[in-house]
């Protein structure tokens, strides 16, 4: 018996073993972020989330989800799914009692993960994106590749037995790199020496090369024009000139000198609060200056201002934070933790900005002549020899900031109490005889001077300022002027009755001498009040105060920036109830949203939110910037959804390498793109062939996993500046105004605007397309269809589309003929036979032979065309011009290899990159 007791013991003890072992196996932890959250996000967040609460009941987060509902019961009981009401309603029979209300009923698994979820206790975790990277570690190095990229990807194929493929002939890998890196295919010269090139860094050495290239800043503006929606107008339906090309130039030099995206960042978000901004670092705040602006007749001022605001919060959360923010502006977001307030506390960042939807387009940037360079030297070297060091340099700094922005302005829309007065053409504060306007609460104190932008055009009558009252004290009087018609004005500074603290100012009109009392005495463009001017006191001070008036007068570029607003013109910062401007909620203060890295220790303006978005802490800048580099070398993000990294985006293809990367970027390559580009044209995996079978497309028929390399359509400017160099007609001029390269006529016929598009001479016509005018309401058309955005917003991703108008544009756009004609050009110096100056063509556009198939089709078309010439005259003279027809021997020849080269421009592999 003892030994049988014995023997019983360690049995049962194995036996239950055994059952704790298997009820453990099957009661394996729940992911919330892979089980439940899905279920969360498709069939219960409509009604309870962030949007909607039915019930009382929100699963917007874990508090939430675990408070009392309307019952006065929580609907979730951590660690009891049995007693939770949330189990009871996905179980109800009654279609009225069950959940999803009316809807589709969760599956038995659902159902099954949703309990045992609750059984665990309900725990709640960070969608992955939220979460700080941490490097993972480099899987092992393979016969196939030691690149880390390589070791990453080839360890995802394991699960599916995939292989690399073969690499890419050499001839194809440099067309694909240059495509890549500049934008542009490789020379016939570059090609031969690459080919005769068989030392071990061959390929490295073209990448330098490329990278070296100045041409590589064009290429990489071309992506971030996109998303900060840059535009030469400013939109709406006017549609104006906004004079804003210098923001362009800046982007391609930022490129060109590999600057840290960090620095990058910075400077765009808020290069004007910088210590002593460039003027290179001012104009980079043109990023949020392209936000559209109405100029329309009637607007409202403040709404589009507010507008133009609301956008740059979703543009910056969307380019540096891979985050849908827009929906917060009326309600919490429906997937991820960002709450209503949160929107307009990122919106208090932006809205100290100066711009007011003013069509002058203030605060601007002055470029001044090199004339009036000098002027201001003078004027400063007087500072500098009649004041003291330190009293000159703080006059200094007043000086220049008046000189460079004249800031900051009061305009028109600010006055209130109207009477005889009116905004005239929605910009100027125009008022006739005994008319007046007021000014509320101006801050007097230290204010000695008020600078009019005025103008008139009658020499008599007066303006003045009288404080408190319409009848009250004069503190300044402007003696009227004639200006010119046509609204012209100037500026003018008149000298102001000292006088401290807030007051009303009323601006009073009076001209009892006109003959019509419906005219205006005068028009108020803007008013500006100054401090008292530098060395005021000084005998020759009134020399030097024409030669300031004289600058404040003269014909400056304007350049659209950023400037904050000093302290009396701060404003308050609240919520909009659900997104209406005119219904205002609780005041705000500028913060991050608390589900990120706090915001605590950097200062509380778009420099503090420039830094924390570049942080160490944050979770997103690296991995979202990373991306989007990947994106457009192999076709696809490693998350698809470049525009969300939010749990409603794309799951990231591979997890480990997005995170190696970012972090690698950030640290060891110290936020340079030319490193990290180089990082992965190096690596194998870019370097295969794009060439598929069978199974590779049915295991990966979109080359998620990369067991091949990428084969997708050019960029719309890749596609025009790569016809154009083949050929041979690609100006290589770089910076400057945009220009306006060939179009079909009328395409500019826009209401409200007398603006023309008029064709660029000479070579300014086959720039890059980088340089082509963008005008909002009618951007280019070949290039808008091949899918360029339209810049209206913010685009992160473009959609490849296939359409019969692509072929249409590459066929019949008068570019693409005249690139074309080039190429036929040179055809017809390459050999004695059409066969051979054929071959000569297509080599030039592909770096390959045509096989026989190819070569005898195009054979066929250069002999039927030549032959349709021959037989009508008039076409070939109405094809080629009558210059080229009465002065060209083999004119006919020509218009047929003109015909085979257009044919050739508009093949599937030229237009395509390998």
Known sequence: MRLLKLLLVPLVALVGGWFLWHSLKQEETIDFNADIRPIINTKCISCHGGVKESSGFSLFSRADALRKTKSGKPAIVPGEADKSELIRRLLAKDEDERMPYHGTPLSPEEIAKMKQWINQGAPWADHWAYIKPQKPAIPDAT???????????????????????????????????????????????????????TSADAYEKQVDRLLASPHFGERWAAMW?????????????????????????????????????????????AGDLLAKPTEEQLIATAYHRNTANNDEGGTDDEEFRTTAILDRVSNTWEVWQGTTMGCVQCHSHPYDPIRHEEFYESMAFFNNTHDEDVPGEYPNLNK??????????????????????????????????????????????????????????????????RGYARLKNVNLTGKANLILSIGSSQNTGTLTIRKNKVDGEIIGTYKNKFTGGGGSTQREIIPLKPTSGFHDLYFVFENAAQSNPEDYVCQLDWILFLES????????????????????????????????????????????????WLTKGKEVHPTTPRFLPNFNKYPKNRLGLAQWLVSEENPLTARVTVNRFWEQLFGTGLVESLEDFGSQGSKPSHPELLDWLALHFQHEQGWQVKKLLKLLVLSKTYQQSSKTNKTLLSKDPVNRLLARGPRVRLTAEQIR????????????????????????????????????????????????????????????????????????????????????????????????????????????????????????????????????????????????????????PKELTKFLGKKNVATLPNAQSLAALTVVSNAILNLDEYITKE
Not at 541 to 564: C, M, W
Not at 841 to 856: I, N, Q
């Open 225 to 269: 024009l996109d998303l900060a929606r840059y535009s030469d107008t400013k939109g709406y339906e006017k549609d104006q000139y906004r004079n804003i090309w210098r923001y362009r130039d800046y982007v391609i030099r930022s490129f060109n000198q590999d600057k840290p995206f960090n620095q990058f960042t910075i400077e765009q978000l």
């Open 533 to 580: 001017l530098p060395g005021i006191d000084k005998s020759d001070y009134p020399e030097v105060e024409k030669k300031l008036v004289s600058l404040l007068n003269s014909e400056t570029e304007q350049i659209p920036v950023f400037y904050e607003n000093p302290a009396d013109f701060r404003r308050k910062n609240v919520v909009f109830i659900r997104g209406n």
């Open 143 to 197: 016969e196939w590749s030691n690149h880390p990229v390589d070791k990453f990807i080839q360890a995802r194929w394991q699960p599916d037995s995939l292989s690399p493929a073969v690499p890419a002939d050499k001839v194809t890998l440099l067309r694909r790199l240059s495509l890549d890196l500049i934008g542009l295919p490789p020379t016939l010269s570059e090609v031969r020496a690459f080919v005769a090139d």
């Open 721 to 872: 500046d790569q016809a154009l160099a083949t050929g041979g007609l690609l100006s290589r001029k770089m910076y400057g105004k945009s220009v306006m390269p060939p179009q079909p006529e009328g395409v500019w016929q826009v209401v409200y605007s007398g603006m023309e598009w008029k064709t660029s001479p000479e070579e300014d016509a086959y720039r890059r397309a980088i340089y082509t005018f963008w005008r909002r309401s009618s951007p280019y058309p070949s290039l808008l269809t091949f899918d360029a955005a339209g810049r209206e917003v913010c685009v992160s991703r473009r959609i490849r589309t296939n359409t019969p108008l692509q072929a249409l544009v590459t066929l019949n756009d008068t570019v693409y003929l005249t690139a074309a004609r080039g190429l036929a050009s040179q055809m017809q110096q390459a050999g004695a036979t059409p066969t051979d100056k054929i071959k000569a063509g297509y080599y030039r556009a592909l770096f390959k032979y045509p096989d026989t198939r190819t070569l005898k089709i195009l054979t066929n078309l250069y002999q039927q065309t030549e032959q349709h010439y021959a037989q009508r």
């Open 368 to 433: 001044y002549t090199p004339e009036n360079e000098l002027q201001i030297k003078q004027v400063k070297a007087w500072l500098q020899q009649q004041l003291p060091a330190e009293v000159a340099a703080s006059k200094i700094k007043t000086l220049d900031n008046l000189l460079n922005f004249t800031e900051p302005k009061i305009h028109p829309h600010s006055f209130d109490q109207l009477t005889n007065a009116a905004l005239a053409d929605g910009k100027f504060l125009g008022g006739g005889h």
